[in-house]
């Protein structure tokens, strides 16, 4: 059963951190490649982090690196991002994402992950 859901979300002031979760079932933590996903109103979702399971390999896109970190908690099958030095542009529904193809952690492409969550909001202002 695929199941993934996000909290941690919130509105917070530019410079600001926030540390977001994704609880996921244990057949979708297992996939392959899990990711951090987030769209803004009238854009494209694009994607933010990536974390390989097998090989720890992480993406990020240019726009957060430095500023974002994901990982995960095999333990407690959650997966994290740490959104540090937030800034107005970073406002957006976030989604967490699996997929059983090891290629999504290289596209990082929304297409190419068919397990979502239903998204936490983070505004900053």
């Known amino acids: 059963h695929v199941q993934l859901v996000e909290s941690g979300g919130g509105s917070v002031q530019a410079g600001d951190s926030l540390k977001l979760s994704c609880v996921a079932s244990?057949?979708?933590?297992?996939?392959?490649?899990v990711g951090w996903f987030r769209q803004a109103p009238g854009k494209e979702r694009e994607g933010v982090a990536a974390?390989?399971?097998?090989?720890?390999?992480?993406y990020y896109a240019d726009s957060v690196q430095g500023r974002f970190t994901v990982s995960k908690d095999n333990a407690m099958n959650t997966l994290y991002l740490q959104m540090n030095s937030l800034k107005p542009e970073d406002t957006a529904m976030y989604y967490c994402?699996?997929?059983?193809?090891?290629?999504?952690?290289?596209?990082?492409?929304?297409?190419?992950?068919?397990?979502w969550g239903h998204g936490t909001q983070v505004t900053v202002s």
């Open positions: 994402a699996a997929s059983p193809s090891s290629s999504a952690c290289v596209s990082v492409s929304a297409k190419d992950f068919p397990y």
């Open positions: 244990a057949y979708s933590y297992r996939r392959p490649c």
């Open positions: 974390l390989h399971s097998g090989t720890r390999a992480t």
